[in-house]
């Protein structure tokens, strides 16, 4: 029986799912990931740490099932996460993760150059980092610019280089054309240290002996390319065309499959190559974590039991953390909508949910003036997607079926790459 493994590199640890030809998970891991260094928009973290985690899982992984039947792999990681190493891969700077902001002067220069749709405007993109890291006395002896999942990919297969299109994207690759763009030249970026780059789910490279040997992989064992950690979410999910899924975490993110690519970057959607389509997104700063501001978890499972869908509340709210919005309004100043609050806590809250659920209705509409499709289904993950009276309130507001999404984890999706690079099968369970 083949076997398809999927890795996901997150910023609090990492997470191992080993799947069937079938879609059926056999086995999973995971272990903890210090939280990286921050200090005045600086992020830091030691690419050993990411290194020790995956080790630390495949331990577990493998003592929970033999790994010979493992034919491929991939991983999928946070996006712009940077770093650059040596010939060898051998990390010469510390990675500037990916909400690293201290690029603010390469963001700048960036603009002057970048079209206005490309994803490596601003400073937490991979190309500022890159533009910032060139900079330092580690250039001189640098050979790669490397994202994440492609040094974690990289070593395990003993050769580096190579990313996906997916992770590419904000370091400047442009996925229309699937090359490295002319106006990289103005900036002064040296060629020399981009990735080759592959559609995800290619095979780019097989398992090294030396770590075949130590967790217990057939020998041969092929490292499929992966992609980041939200569209490796998208993939678990199976969401086929036309479809998309909200992320109902401490942010509100939006996915919607589509025949063509969209940019707007003044609202923060761009669009991944995934299989013969594209993947368009945005997200809104609204979420869960304003619900936390209010309430703790145990309010939430008590006032969930008291909501009516049925009955909406007429609370014009527009719930955000702090001021400042992008998508799907486009307003750095916008201040948090949260008044009048009733003395009913019931009621408060599902004004909140019903806030949230319009910000969502609305971002899905931004989505379709664009050019991408209106969805004709929206499958849910994340800590709301539980919640069954906030799924109705929002099916009635969207206008079409909403569910809970079967398959969550990232590394699920990752695992389903996988398979795909060995059988050329879509990334559907």
């Known amino acids: ?19 069937d030809a079938q879609g059926g998970v056999q086995a999973e891991s995971r272990s903890a990931l210090d939280t990286p260094q921050r200090h005045a928009g600086v992020l ?28 491929a792999l991939a991983i999928d990681a946070t996006s712009a996460t940077l770093l650059l190493t040596d010939a060898r891969g051998q990390p010469l700077t510390p990675a500037l993760m990916y909400n690293d902001a201290r690029a603010v002067d390469q963001a700048r220069q960036i603009g002057t150059s970048a079209p206005a749709g490309s994803a490596a405007h601003g400073a937490s993109s991979s190309l500022a980092k890159l533009l910032y890291l060139q ?30 299109e997916n992770n590419a994207l904000k370091l400047g690759y442009d996925p229309v054309t699937r090359g490295w763009p002319d106006w990289l030249d103005e900036l002064g970026v040296e060629r ?38 939200s569209t490796a979410g998208f993939i678990a999910t199976g969401a086929g065309p036309g479809e998309a899924v909200t992320a ?64 909406p509340t007429g609370l014009d709210y527009y719930p955000l953390p702090s001021p400042g919005e992008r998508f799907p309004e486009d307003n750095p100043g916008l201040r948090p ?33 664009l050019g991408a499709p209106y969805p004709q289904r929206v499958q849910t993950v994340g800590g709301g997607a539980v919640n069954e009276p906030w799924r109705r309130i929002r099916e009635t507001l969207l206008g ?3 569910i809970a999404a079967l398959h969550q984890e990232a590394a699920y999706g990752a695992a389903l790459l996988a398979k795909q690079g060995l059988t050329g099968t879509r990334q559907t369970p």
């Open 248 to 311: 109902l975490g401490s942010t509100l993110v939006l996915k919607v499959r589509s025949a063509r690519p969209v940019f707007a970057p003044a609202y923060g959607v761009y669009s991944h190559r995934l299989g013969d389509g594209w993947l368009v997104g945005g997200a809104s700063n609204s979420g869960g974590g304003v619900l936390r501001q209010f309430f703790s978890q145990a309010d939430i499972e008590r006032l969930t039991a008291s909501l009516q869908p049925e009955r």
């Open 337 to 369: 909508r949260l008044t009048p609050r009733p003395a009913d806590d019931g009621l408060f809250f599902q004004g909140l949910l019903e806030g949230i659920a319009t910000i969502e209705q609305r971002g899905y509409r931004l989505l379709e003036r």
């Open 400 to 402: 079409v079926p909403v």
């Open 135 to 164: 900079a330092t006395a580690a250039a001189d002896d640098a050979r790669h610019a490397l994202h994440q999942a492609d040094w974690l990919s990289g070593r395990l297969a003993g050769r580096y280089g190579v990313s996906d």
């Open 44 to 71: 830091e973290q030691d690419p050993q740490d990411w290194w020790d985690a995956l080790a630390r899982a495949l331990d577990a992984l493998r003592d929970r099932i033999p790994l010979q039947g493992v034919a």
């Open 1 to 19: 029986m083949s076997l398809y493994l999927g890795i996901d590199l997150g910023t609090s640890g990492c997470r191992c799912c080993v799947i």
């Open 192 to 229: 020399r240290l981009l990735p080759e780059v592959v559609p995800a789910g290619r095979p780019v490279g097989t398992m090294t002996a030396a770590y075949c040997r130590r967790w217990g992989f057939a020998p041969g064992t092929r490292i499929v390319s992966g992609t980041t950690d």
